[in-house]
């Protein structure tokens, strides 16, 4: 396996988890507890290609600064790998396996799929430190029914029927099981959600939780995410999600319309935490791609996971006569590490200002190295149709990527060129899209969007987190410092215009 | 408007149907009669963009030559337009429109969408002369629910309930409305179909027709295809289809699932003929997309259609468990295209040989000029995983577009790369994708892959039909001339590598 260098391997991203070594992918076993936001995730520490995967580990007081800690979980042989899955608190000691003198918020629960070749069983193991040190449970498996693709258990309590209920991926059948138990060890069926929208090749990752309306904190709506991949439509791999009603046996869809949860390539496998201290529901996403995870630049690690976002449900408009009740996705306050506007030359900050029909350069790093992450929002109103706004992300070298937003009578494209005839990158893959695009309709006066870019991550979130867009990126030659935004009619406004930096480790 | 210019302009395709002059959208009208496809089809020829839409006309007797026709269907004035739209073959004069002198196979009825600002209405038009020239209906229009987004009616005799049947879009509610005719003057409303899968910003150009299945040709299964954008996961407009059954009333759709059409760009608003002479289901579409229709080079014309394609239903695997009934798509024979292969370099052709594992020019021009169009079939079977197999497909001056097919344990990833470091072009677009990619699962032992280059199309079909990729692409400095495979770990043949050439009008 060729390795080839990022040259942004020195700076890491910001404010985006990454690795110590080795290859990433999902996120597991989220869960709060005791002011402690856990993040495992799914982690081959011999290489940086998918394989042998083992849980590491990384908390947060603030969900922006991570801590690396020791593997939590690991393969008890060569040739068995410990596969996603998620921790649950078990306060009252359902399972009967912790000691009283534990205290309740230390006793946390993993449930994972056990992959050996040709059979996935789900097992869980116990810790009783809050999350640090996991011993397996000895009766393992707690749940085997001979197949070899069952897989990536998350578990939530479900009060109103009294249970642990689980959600687990019948992967090659395109089904998402539910599963019930009192103790988190005996567990009986309780019904296969088959899902509409997109099959590709198999389903991954289910993630059911309760989310509040974006209006009304006390109503709220079941969501099942589910990832799919290799052959989603955007594109090898997705996270789509359904809308609907779970009674504590079945879960059912209002509709059976595909929803996509982020409209980039590299928002995959999201799960949300358990046990969050508001109640709300925070999750995150794997920032890559089954298409071209295991060959994009690398040096030491591969792969980060997208900020962290808290979701509702909301009504959005897809055209003039139809609403869809949709996912709204909203990243985390970035407030804290937004740098102070003086250690900077900007043309404007911290307020807001309309740009001029010529190219304006809204933020230069002048001073001292960029750390290669900001933050913006636009307001953008065409004047007459088409009309287009182009935002350069460029590093001192000159090499850059460009969002563009088209606007027309029906709606805004949104495009980033990641190419390398901006990046200059000297990698370069088939697989790897040079152009990704989405499309937000045109339901709104302005549409307003919020960007975060982080070193070799771009978020993008429009119409007041309605429609969300994840795509990485490699510039050659040092991280970005400036950013330029031109227009061709269109009345555009930009604000919060911010330099983001790494926050001390916690 | 800036048009740009195609350097290939000079050079059409030699298979793929391009107006003379002007715009051209949809496929419309598609009927047989006489010995005569007739392609009617949305064409502005007063502009290179969309805008202000008429009906032009080509016929064929082989669907390979096309010949241009006068417009056969007139706006009325400039602030009318005629919208997409089908035609039927009104033998028994159900009308009563017709002269008995006139012959059962001349009696022509087109059925359209006439586009006034806020307002679309169905409406008729008569011909007696088998299709060249239409008087509109005197009392129009014969279906009108007072909409401004209520369009492109496709008709179908359906024998079993004895009535015309007409499939429209009421695009922005999702829904396709179902309505029944004895005379094709009264409509009644039979029901609504509200589908699955992608919704996006609205429906467009439904199309119901009945498909045999691959293997049983009187088995028969009810297939509607929906034409959806912008807003469709592949990125801008996209044709999805469900599979089910129609009894006169309603259509019943056997799943919730997204099935797509073709996984390309290019490849939307497909139609197919009524009244094919051996009944089977022949159809076409419009090889472009909403994303970028309006700004590809140009000089005279813009857009193609797609190969006419045969379509039949065939149980596909998706993996090892799951079957799905998809629709298969095959080009209909090029076999009578096919240039003598003395007329041309070629390493080897007419028969089968295998790669070796260095680059192999299998096709070379170098006598006269190429005609740009190829067909090839491969057979890729992959040793280890990852293998890859590139094509290479470049003019003269050494610009070329490239088809990569990546083979893991999963399945095989196809990607074109159509981006301007191979293409050379000038014109760069950043809704215009520079890698597009499609993927097919691993549930067969090889994948057979048969791909046609026509100047500047490009069309794939893998796995015997299951899965099509249709894509344009844009050289600079003159067409392919040259096809030159390379691998990497794979066991692959090529065979049937034919030059194509345009055939005389008929």
């Given at each position: 396996?060729?390795?080839?260098?990022?040259?942004?391997?020195?700076?890491?991203?910001?404010?985006?988890?990454?690795?110590?070594?080795?290859?990433?992918?999902?996120?597991?076993?989220?869960?709060?507890?005791?002011?402690?936001?856990?993040?495992?995730?799914?982690?081959?520490?011999?290489?940086?290609?998918?394989?042998?995967?083992?849980?590491?580990?990384?908390?947060?007081?603030?969900?922006?600064?991570?801590?690396?800690?020791?593997?939590?979980?690991?393969?008890?042989?060569?040739?068995?790998?410990?596969?996603?899955?998620?921790?649950?608190?078990?306060?009252?000691?359902?399972?009967?396996?912790?000691?009283?003198?534990?205290?309740?918020?230390?006793?946390?629960?993993?449930?994972?799929?056990?992959?050996?070749?040709?059979?996935?069983?789900?097992?869980?193991?116990?810790?009783?430190?809050?999350?640090?040190?996991?011993?397996?449970?000895?009766?393992?498996?707690?749940?085997?029914?001979?197949?070899?693709?069952?897989?990536?258990?998350?578990?939530?309590?479900?009060?109103?029927?009294?249970?642990?209920?689980?959600?687990?991926?019948?992967?090659?059948?395109?089904?998402?099981?539910?599963?019930?138990?009192?103790?988190?060890?005996?567990?009986?069926?309780?019904s296969d959600f088959e899902g509409a929208g997109v099959r590709?090749?198999?389903?991954?990752?289910?993630?059911?939780?309760?989310?509040?309306?974006?209006?009304?904190?006390?109503?709220k709506k079941w969501v099942l995410f589910l990832s799919i991949?290799?052959?989603?439509?955007?594109?090898?791999?997705?996270?789509?999600?359904?809308?609907?009603?779970?009674?504590?046996?079945?879960?059912?869809?209002?509709?059976?319309?595909?929803?996509?949860?982020?409209?980039?390539?590299?928002?995959?496998?999201?799960?949300?935490?358990?046990?969050?201290?508001?109640?709300?529901?925070?999750?995150?996403?794997?920032?890559?791609?089954?298409?071209?995870?295991?060959?994009?630049?690398?040096?030491?690690?591969?792969?980060?996971?997208?900020?962290?976002?808290?979701?509702?449900?909301?009504?959005?408009?897809?055209?003039?006569?139809?609403?869809?009740?949709?996912?709204?996705?909203?990243?985390?306050?970035?407030?804290?590490?937004?740098?102070?506007?003086?250690?900077?030359?900007?043309?404007?900050?911290?307020?807001?200002?309309?740009?001029?029909?010529?190219?304006?350069?809204?933020?230069?790093?002048?001073?001292?190295?960029?750390?290669?992450?900001?933050?913006?929002?636009?307001?953008?109103?065409?004047?007459?149709?088409?009309?287009?706004?182009?935002?350069?992300?460029?590093?001192?070298?000159?090499?850059?990527?460009?969002?563009?937003?088209?606007?027309?009578?029906?709606?805004?494209?949104?495009?980033?060129?990641?190419?390398?005839?901006?990046?200059?990158?000297?990698?370069?893959?088939?697989?790897?899209?040079?152009?990704?695009?989405?499309?937000?309709?045109?339901?709104?006066?302005?549409?307003?969007?919020?960007?975060?870019?982080?070193?070799?991550?771009?978020?993008?979130?429009?119409?007041?987190?309605?429609?969300?867009?994840?795509?990485?990126?490699?510039?050659?030659?040092?991280?970005?410092?400036?950013?330029?935004?031109?227009?061709?009619?269109?009345?555009?406004?930009?604000?919060?215009?911010?330099?983001?930096?790494?926050?001390?480790?916690?």
């Open positions: 396996m060729t390795v080839i260098a990022n040259r942004n391997e020195g700076q890491r991203p910001a404010l985006h988890f990454t690795p110590k070594i080795g290859f990433m992918n999902d996120p597991n076993g989220l869960v709060y507890s005791k002011g402690v936001w856990h993040l495992y995730y799914q982690l081959n520490d011999r290489n940086l290609v998918a394989g042998h995967p083992e849980w590491g580990h990384a908390t947060s007081t603030d969900l922006l600064t991570w801590k690396w800690h020791e593997k939590a979980i690991k393969a008890p042989s060569d040739h068995e790998s410990i596969f996603s899955g998620c921790c649950v608190v078990d306060c009252n000691n359902t399972s009967g396996e912790f000691d009283e003198s534990t205290g309740s918020d230390d006793r946390i629960v993993a449930i994972y799929t056990l992959h050996t070749q040709g059979h996935q069983t789900q097992d869980i193991a116990f810790s009783s430190d809050g999350g640090y040190i996991f011993t397996p449970y000895k009766h393992n498996p707690v749940l085997d029914i001979g197949w070899a693709d069952f897989r990536d258990p998350k578990v939530l309590w479900h009060a109103l029927s009294n249970q642990w209920v689980m959600v687990v991926a019948k992967c090659h059948q395109f089904k998402v099981g539910f599963y019930g138990s009192p103790d988190l060890v005996h567990w009986h069926h309780l590709g090749y198999q389903y991954e990752m289910p993630n059911l939780v309760e989310v509040p309306f974006d209006d009304d904190n006390q109503r991949g290799p052959g989603a439509p955007l594109g090898g791999s997705f996270t789509q999600y359904y809308v609907g009603e779970f009674d504590g046996t079945t879960f059912t869809s209002d509709d059976n319309y595909l929803r996509t949860a982020d409209l980039g390539k590299d928002w995959y496998a999201a799960q949300t935490w358990f046990n969050s201290p508001d109640g709300k529901a925070y999750g995150i996403g794997w920032a890559s791609n089954w298409q071209y995870c295991n060959r994009v630049p690398a040096e030491r690690y591969r792969s980060a996971m997208s900020l962290p976002r808290k979701f509702t449900v909301r009504e959005v408009p897809l055209n003039a006569n139809t609403k869809s009740l949709s996912l709204i996705s909203r990243p985390i306050d970035l407030s804290i590490a937004r740098l102070p506007s003086n250690d900077a030359a900007m043309v404007y900050t911290n307020g807001s200002a309309k740009i001029s029909p010529s190219i304006d350069v809204i933020y230069q790093r002048h001073m001292q190295g960029s750390t290669g992450a900001f933050e913006f929002k636009l307001n953008i109103k065409s004047v007459t149709s088409p009309a287009r706004v182009t935002v350069d992300i460029a590093n001192p070298s000159g090499r850059s990527v460009q969002l563009n937003f088209v606007v027309d009578d029906q709606g805004m494209f949104i495009s980033m060129d990641r190419g390398r005839i901006r990046t200059g990158s000297s990698w370069d893959h088939p697989l790897f899209d040079d152009k990704v695009c989405m499309w937000v309709p045109s339901t709104q006066s302005v549409y307003d969007v919020h960007v975060i870019i982080d070193v070799y991550v771009c978020e993008l979130f429009a119409i007041d987190g309605a429609y969300a867009f994840t795509n990485t990126f490699f510039l050659q030659d040092g991280v970005a410092s400036t950013l330029t935004v031109s227009q061709e009619v269109t009345d555009t406004e930009v604000f919060d215009v911010y330099e983001l930096c790494p926050l001390a480790s916690a």
